[in-house]
Every structure is written in C-alpha cells, then in structure tokens.
C-alpha cells in the first residue's frame, strides 16, 4: 500500500505523507514506529511529510493530536450527528449474541441513541464509563465510486453506529482518519479492499462535516498461492524479514509493484524510476496478487547475478559483515570459541537460513510430540502479543509459559531450540533470539509448527487452550 501510494505521489507530482496511526495504544509501540521508518527507508520510500520531518499539517502522530479530535467530536455531538453510549462489554456481548442466533447483521442496537439530555450529561459527571457513537441512517443506503470497481452501494442496515471515541479517550481510526485526512489536505486514498465496507462510515463522517471526500482507490489484497488471504500464519510479513534474509530492497521493491500492477510493456524486471514514470492507477487489477516467495528468490537470484564482484561483496558486508553485526555476534561465540574459524559453525544458523527440519529433529526421552507442538503453539502466541522484543521480557515469558503448562523449564525449552537453531546444542537460546530479532524468530517458530502437520481442528483446539492459560495478563 505504501509502495503505490508513493509511486503515485511521485507520477503526478504530488506529496506522500507518512502519518502514525497510533490510536491503539495497546498494539503501538515505540519499536513499532521505528520499524516503519526503518522498512519505507530501506526500501528507499521517502515521504515529504512526517513525525521526523514535520511539515505544516502537523503533528503526524494521532496520539498527540487528541486535542484537535475533541474539536470536531465536539462539533457531532452538537450537530446531533453522534451520542454517548454508556452501554456495558457485558450488554453489547448479549446484543450480538441475539443477533447471531437471529442471523442478523451484528451492529449497535440504539439503546442509549435517545437518552435524555439531562440523563446523559448527570451520567457524564458521575464520571460513568462511556464511549462517543456515530448516528446511522435506519434506511436507505451509501452509493460511492471507487476508482478501480465503480459504483458501490452498501445498505444503512449494513452498518455499524460506529464507536468514534473510545473510553480511555483516543478516538478510533474511523475519526481520526477522515479528520487528518480533511485537515492534511489528502487528495486521493488508496488503501486496502478490507477497508470497503466501512467507507460508508466515512463518506457519512464528511458529510456531516460538510466537506469534500477524497477519491478513493481501493487496492487487492496479497494472496498466498493457495488463494488465501495472505497473513503471517503462512507467510513471513515483515519487510525486516526479508531484509535480514538477504533479499536486495530493490527486489523486494519491484516485485512488491507487480502484486496487482504491471508494466505497460509487461516486463518484470525494473527499476523503481521506471516505475514511476509509467505509474497508472488504473492499470492496477482488483485480482487478489499471489505472493510467490519462489518466484521472489528467482527474482533475487537475477539482481544478485547481475551485480560485479565488488557491488557483490559490498552488498555482503552491508547485509552481515558489518561492525554492528559483528559486535552482536562475538560475544556469543568469544567465550566459547578455540580458534577464529569456529566462529562460521557457531552462527551458521543465525547468519543463513536454519536447516529445514523433520519430526525426528523433535526426539526427546520424555517429551510427547503434543507436548512439542503446544510449547511452539503457545510460544509463538505469546512472542506475538509481545510489544517489545528484549531478552528479559522473552525470559519471563517462557518462564511463565512453562509453569502455566505445568512443564520444567528444560524441557520446555527444548523444542524452541530445535525450532530456533535447528540443533539439540546450540548458542543460547535467548542470545538467538535477540540477535534474529522477532520477524526471522517468529517465522522459523511457524515453521517448526508445520513441521507437525498441524491440522485445522488441532489449531482450533490450541488457539482456546492457549486463551485460557492463567500467565496471560490483560
């Protein structure tokens, strides 16, 4: 999505913004924002405007700007375009559930919709928990035109009174992205299809504003090759990943643009100046692009064999033989090693890929392979709600895992050694970890648990088992 904003900012002479939506304060993360930065700039994705650049519509984090969202929440309320909701987790559980069981639409039921004033402003200095809601039309319907699909019209009943602020304060996406949008001057939005079925909500947003809607292009989702939607249950989704794998940023770049894109003359291999002159909106396919990492290492394969010698060692030593990862590197082997050579047997594993594994790599004298795959199920689960990727945090965490599975930490640790390092002895294992970092750690995790032939009904199984451990704090 990034990528062909930017291509289009560039083709028209336009300017990308990059803007930090960070309203979910639970899933934001200081390393989350810097791995943004770090992708778009390796990548070679510059923007004119940002949290590090400034420029004249800031600041470019939603977080600080919940001032500027008061304003216009404020403006709604008064308008009679949105209420407070004083409605409780447990009430809003028991409307969907009715709705389920009827077959209907799940969405907000209107219950606080027609509060009297009184009512709600002596509830509000009570100090009683509340979110702001948006008012929806009970009939008609939101007809917009999408760029690449045409005319679209969604029924009102469709859609959700759409919580626009929530109880801690934050606004949500919905009103923070129309108001930023507006107030930065946006011209053309282009973001993913899953975003379609709430552009009703948004459309009714400016509308009660009273201002003009941006156009609106709607991308394809990346697929996986068996068709489905491409998710990092399957498929490593982190560009850190494939930057720490050795993929060239200029590959990553033009095979990202082929995903749902192409060439007027068709050819595959470009460079992105090139693909910014001949940029076209409309040669984007509203197919669902197949995420092929095969055919992105043929891809490589090319660009590497084209380099000469000395571009080739230079994009080695930038890769991994650089001081900073050298200095990652030595005190893991320092202590251990004899001579200056086994220090490449050492790593092998932390430098290449791991070698694929078999269920026999999982042989242990009291370990069943269920045991094995809930301590990677649950491993994996736990490394993903992480919002920080330190050694101490990981060490808890397993250590939790492993009194909450009933599990002595040895053994428990067992799996995630071969699972990391594909070895029964390795380096330790918290120091791989961290030198990995979470993309490759969580992927060669996934990998291991394939390794299982986990079925469908087996994962069901584990995701409530994993839901119900008491070390998970909320």
């Known amino acids: 999505m990034a990528l062909f904003n930017w291509a289009f900012a560039r083709h028209v002479g336009g300017e990308f913004i990059l803007r930090i939506e960070d309203t979910d304060q639970v899933r934001s993360t200081a390393e989350s924002e810097q791995s943004i930065f770090e992708s778009l700039e390796w990548l070679g994705l510059d923007w004119d405007e940002g949290p590090d650049k400034g420029g004249p519509h800031g600041p470019y984090r939603q977080s600080e ?5 008061k304003e216009y929440v404020q403006q709604l309320l008064e308008g009679q375009h949105a209420f407070h909701c004083f409605c409780s987790k447990a009430r809003l559980d028991e409307v969907r559930s009715q709705q389920q069981v009827n077959k209907e639409t799940t969405r907000y039921d209107g219950h606080c919709i027609g509060l009297e004033a009184g009512d ?3 509830r509000l200095s009570a100090g009683e928990e509340h979110v702001v809601r948006m008012k929806v039309p009970s009939e008609g319907q939101c007809t917009f035109k999408d760029r690449l699909r045409g005319e679209i019209s969604i029924p009102f009943t469709q859609i959700d009174m ?3 602020v929530k109880a801690d304060g934050m606004p949500t996406y919905h009103l923070a992205v129309v108001v930023d949008d507006h107030l930065m001057e946006i011209t053309h939005i282009l973001r993913g299809e899953e975003w379609l079925n709430s552009v009703p909500k948004h459309i009714l947003l400016y509308q009660y504003f009273g201002w003009n809607v941006p156009e609106m292009i709607h991308l394809p989702l990346l697929r996986n090759p068996d068709q489905s939607k491409l998710s990092k249950r399957k498929n490593p989704t982190s560009i850190t990943y494939y930057r720490d794998m050795g993929y060239l940023p200029e590959v990553l770049l033009n095979y990202l643009s082929l995903m749902g894109w192409s060439m007027p003359g068709e050819e595959e291999i470009f460079t992105r100046q090139a693909m910014v002159e001949a940029f076209d909106v409309d040669r984007i396919s509203t197919g669902g692009p197949i995420f092929d990492q095969t055919k992105l ?5 090319q660009y590497l064999r084209a380099l000469s010698v000395d571009e080739y060692a230079q994009r080695v030593g930038d890769w991994m033989l650089n001081p900073e990862r050298l200095k990652q590197l030595i005190p893991m082997v320092q202590e251990r090693a004899e001579r200056l050579s086994d220090l490449v047997p050492m790593v092998d594993y932390l430098v290449g890929e791991r070698r694929t594994l078999s269920p026999d790599d999982f042989q242990h004298k009291s370990l069943e392979r269920e045991q094995m795959v809930r301590v990677i199920h649950h491993t994996l689960g736990a490394f993903e709600e992480m919002r920080s990727w330190q050694r101490e945090e990981i060490y808890t965490t397993t250590q939790s895992l492993a009194d909450a599975c009933g599990m002595k930490v040895r053994d428990f640790l067992f799996p995630l050694f071969i699972a990391i390092s594909g070895r029964g002895v390795s380096l330790p294992l918290f120091d791989s970890l961290i030198f990995l970092g979470a993309p490759l750690s969580l992927g060669r ?9 986990v079925s469908g009904k087996e ?3 584990l995701d409530k088992e994993y839901q119900k451990l008491e070390f998970r704090q909320d």
């Open 459 to 461: 994962r069901k199984r």
């Open 297 to 301: 290492k043929w891809m490589n394969s």
């Open 120 to 122: 709600v402003a002596s």
């Open 445 to 453: 995790l996934r990998d291991a648990l394939e390794v299982f032939v």
């Open 162 to 164: 759409q919580v626009l």
């Open 65 to 69: 700007r919940k001032d500027i969202y």
